[in-house]
T-cell receptor, first 112, second 112 residues
């Protein structure tokens, strides 16, 4: 019962570096999401996908890119890391007919 | 503009007593509400939900109350247990859709 798996768990980046946060789910969910959570704040939606090949922007998409080539995987790309992107990133998935989202354990990212 | 607000960042309760977590919303289009629980270093996990056609939903020790006229919902935990110590997020969606708007969270501490 893996559910939603995120890698890596922790990462430190230098300003201007790039990286990809990986997310995979084994529940055959069509919908997948990326959130960021800043200290003391709720989760803000970065990007989401309603199926393979279809992605759309959420509330805070600037500085990020996503792709969805398979149902299982939904990687999040940071091209030019900035200190403002220091956060905890959560990936989630859900079925089409139920809006209960299942979350991964998160990736804690620091940009220094 | 925060559409979902949890005005109490933290709450401390004695074991065995009732915990009441509150959530207010501003968007009258929200019609489905969820509570998530989050332990440190883990992703949020779904706890309980309520549709706007109901004013109460109960699941074991957890009960969610919805007051549509006041745009307010609350989560009651009775009796509270030390294992309930976590951050609780309320979330809302429109047309019971898949996009969730989260509140900022309330940290609950249940003292033995």
């Amino acid at each position: 019962n893996a559910g939603v798996t995120q890698t890596p768990k922790f990462r430190i980046l230098k300003i201007g570096q790039s990286m990809t946060l990986q997310c995979a789910q084994d529940m055959n969910h069509n919908y997948m999401y990326w959130y960021r959570q800043d200290p003391g704040m709720g989760l803000k939606l970065i990007y989401y996908s309603v199926g393979a090949g279809i992605t759309d922007k959420g509330e805070v998409p600037n500085g990020y890119n996503v792709s969805r080539s398979t149902t299982e995987d939904f990687p999040l790309r940071l091209e030019l890391a900035a200190p403002s992107q220091t956060s905890v990133y959560f990936c989630a998935s859900s079925t089409v007919d139920k809006n209960i989202q299942y979350f991964g354990a998160g990736t804690r990212l620091s940009v220094l | 503009d925060q559409q979902v607000k949890q005005n109490s960042p933290s709450l401390s309760v004695q074991e065995g007593r009732i915990s009441i977590l509150n959530c207010d919303y501003t968007n009258s289009m929200f019609d489905y509400f969820l509570w998530y629980k989050k332990y440190p270093a883990e992703g949020p996990t779904f706890l309980i939900s309520i549709s706007s056609i109901k004013d109460k939903n109960e699941d074991g020790r957890f009960t969610v109350f919805l007051n549509k006229s006041a745009k307010h919902l609350s989560l009651h935990i009775v009796p509270s247990q030390p294992g309930d110590s976590a951050v609780y997020f309320c979330a809302a969606s429109v047309n019971a859709g898949n996009m969730l708007t989260f509140g900022g969270g309330t940290r609950l501490m249940v003292k033995p």
